[in-house]
């Protein structure tokens, strides 16, 4: 699936970004193994992680039985399924649904939603013969709307799960979580050939100062700038970051250095109910602006 031809559009950008199928056709399988399971990237001007987590790795537990195979076997052609289903054909849906009982839970598109998914996923999540099944396919192309394989039946595993430890996402709470217990590496993102410690990441992003500020600064020291009056700095209110851009609340109420540590301010400092009826009347701007 993951080096299906699933097509090209001239209107779908893979000209300029690629498209996954074809940057994984000379993979091998071995290629495919070598991926790490998941890999975090240090972004120094924005004090970000990034967690990349390899979809082969992500579904490489999944399973098979006499259903699935016979139903991956048959010729999809059309999706023309009459269901709650994607990548289908009819032909595929009648066999399935009429040898077995079989029940579409849920559909879902990982685009939608939060994911660290190296590629963006779309299924359905079945009940067949009162046991858990994942109907799934990859997107291979380059714009979310199109370019996605015929669907695959596969089995879950006894809790229903995709991987068993492996997740497909993990929050700003979580990462912080795994890198004060050490568990993070990251490579630079400019250059990944670095590759950062935990205790190195923490002291970096604890005293994190925007590329951007360090010009300013290095203009200041050598008389560029006529006094540090002109920087209006800040500090990021969740991270203790240094920022010169970021989001201001409520006239200076709370800073944030970036999208995580807003979305952690509107969480922990204000009430849901307010936020959900007013938004978190946050705005971004420059603050060594005139």
Not at 96 to 125: H, P
Not at 245 to 261: L, T
Request: hydrophobic letters at 30%; charged letters at 30%.
């Amino acid at each position: 699936m993951l080096t299906e031809n699933t097509g090209a559009h001239f209107l779908d950008s893979g000209g300029a970004y690629g498209r996954a199928w074809e940057r994984n056709q000379g993979k091998t399988m071995a290629d495919f193994e070598a991926e790490p399971e998941q890999q975090f990237t240090y972004n120094k001007r924005y004090n970000e992680l990034e967690r990349r987590v390899s979809v082969f790795h992500y579904l490489s537990q999944l399973q098979t039985d006499w259903i699935c195979d016979y139903f991956n076997a048959m010729p999809c052609g059309d999706w023309d399924a009459d269901g709650e289903v994607y990548g289908v054909s009819q032909f595929q849906w009648d066999w399935l649904t009429n040898k077995c009982e079989v029940k579409v839970e849920r559909t879902f598109n990982t685009y939608n939603g939060d994911s660290d998914l190296s590629q963006i996923l779309q299924g359905s999540w079945l009940t067949i013969n009162d046991e858990p099944y994942l109907l799934l396919q990859v997107h291979g192309g380059c714009d979310a709307r199109g370019g996605y394989t015929d669907a695959k039946l596969f089995q879950l595993n006894e809790e229903g799960m995709i991987h068993e430890y492996l997740r497909e996402y993990m929050d700003s709470y979580e990462t912080d979580e795994e890198l004060r217990e050490g568990y993070i590496d990251a490579v630079d993102s400019d250059d990944p050939s670095i590759t950062y410690t935990s205790d190195q990441l923490i002291d970096m992003m604890t005293n994190h100062v925007s590329s951007k500020t360090q010009g300013r600064n290095a203009d200041l020291l050598e008389g560029s700038v006529a006094d540090d009056t002109d920087i209006k700095m800040r500090t990021c209110t969740k991270c203790n970051a240094s920022m010169n851009d970021g989001y201001v609340f409520r006239d200076g109420e709370n800073y944030a250095c970036s999208d995580d540590c807003r979305d952690a301010i509107c969480k922990d400092d204000y009430d849901t109910t307010w936020v959900e009826e007013h938004g978190d009347e946050s705005y971004f701007t420059e603050f060594n602006d005139d």
